[in-house]
């Protein structure tokens, strides 16, 4: 086989193209082969191929087929490739043309396609799930009014001694607490009354700083890292602060033998490549409010459903699954984006986006 070489359409080839004899001893490859490999085709030739591709698969027992098969490079990097094996008759005898190549760009495009086909099918659902909410919600609320009607008209009717006003008073407690819920609902659907203004998110923190800490407890050390130096959004304080006891109250479920909770600010610019890999979020400039905890973290399979109105991994009675539902719709309606961070060790980490306010005119 000594002086065969490879055409100039082979060699120019964008897959790697080597030829073996019948025993898998490499006689030529191409250029794209050199590359891919990281050997030169004159060191290559006279190996086994299988040798080359660091794999125990027995090349030649491929004949006719298309595998694909993990293989190294010459610095010893494993990545997927797909092969094809075919016998090709030359002056020469008979040789084994294997194609190769490289799949590591195609599988980051499929995994990048499957993340981004569970993002909108996430959406679709919390937008359905939503809908179905706040008509729910708006529905309920108007039997709850019928509710807190009639039962003053009994507590007007009923004389302060009366054994059967603290019946009264319970079922207008109870109808109370079922208009909460109605409340959480409509903010999760984003059908709640909010009154935005300009406000400065170190503010916020700062002013529920006090407040964070008794709902945490001793055990757990707070810290506050007020870092960006644009904090001014548009949105409802009081609900901003909803969002951060939310939080907090999760966090701290999350701890129970202590650990310590992070609120941190930041200014953040997102480009057009970074807001493509978070459903929803969109290039500009934001306030970054992030909420971190060293916990026990939030398993694989509960990620998926952080956001569902009414999905609690708590003990019955002890969570109604409405806390992160109404911070999702709470900062969804305020024009932002909430995400989990699957990475932190040990803990959760959870990120708020809300836009940066227009800077004010100086004049």
Not at 200 to 220: H, M, P, Q, R, W
Request: with cysteine.
């Amino acid at each position: 086989m000594e002086g065969l070489v490879l055409s100039p359409l082979l060699d120019s080839a964008f897959d790697a193209i080597v030829l073996t004899d019948d025993g898998g001893v490499t006689v030529v490859m191409n250029s794209a082969a050199e590359r891919l490999l990281g050997v030169a085709r004159t060191q290559a030739v006279g190996r086994n191929i299988a040798a080359l591709l660091a794999t125990d698969v027995s090349l030649p027992e491929l004949t006719g087929r298309r595998v694909e098969l993990e293989i190294a490079c010459k610095d010893g990097i494993r990545f997927p490739a797909e092969l094809s094996v075919s016998a090709v008759e030359t002056g020469r005898g008979n040789l084994l043309a294997i194609w190769i190549r490289d799949l590591r760009e195609r599988r980051k495009a499929e995994d990048a396609l499957r993340v981004s086909e569970a993002q909108l099918r996430q959406a679709l659902k919390m937008e359905a799930v939503g809908r179905l909410a706040g008509g729910v919600a708006h529905d309920f609320n108007n039997v709850l009014t019928a509710i807190f009607g009639y039962v003053d008209l009994l507590l007007d009717a009923l004389d302060p001694t009366d054994r059967r006003r603290a019946d009264a008073e319970e079922i207008k407690r109870a109808a109370g607490r079922a208009a909460e819920l109605t409340r959480q609902l409509l903010a999760f659907s984003r059908k709640q009354l909010l009154q935005p203004r300009r406000v400065n998110l170190n503010e916020i923190v700062a002013n529920i700083e006090g407040l964070i800490t008794k709902l945490v407890g001793s055990d757990i050390d707070v810290r506050i890292e007020p870092s960006a130096p644009r904090a001014d959004v548009i949105a409802d304080p009081g609900q901003i602060e909803q969002v951060l006891m939310n939080l907090a109250a999760n966090a701290r479920d999350a701890m129970p033998a202590g650990g310590r909770l992070t609120i941190r600010t930041a200014t953040e610019t997102v480009g057009a490549g970074a807001a493509s890999s978070q459903a929803g979020l969109t290039p500009g400039t934001f306030v970054r409010l992030t909420v971190s905890d060293t916990g026990k973290g939030i398993p694989a399979s509960v990620r998926p459903h952080l956001f569902e109105p009414f999905f609690t991994t708590k003990e019955q009675g002890k969570g109604t699954g409405l806390g992160l539902a109404t911070v999702y719709g709470i900062v969804k309606q305020s024009g932002g984006w909430i995400y989990l961070d699957e990475t932190p060790d040990p803990g959760a980490s959870f990120s708020v986006f809300l836009p940066c306010a227009e800077p004010t005119s100086s004049l």
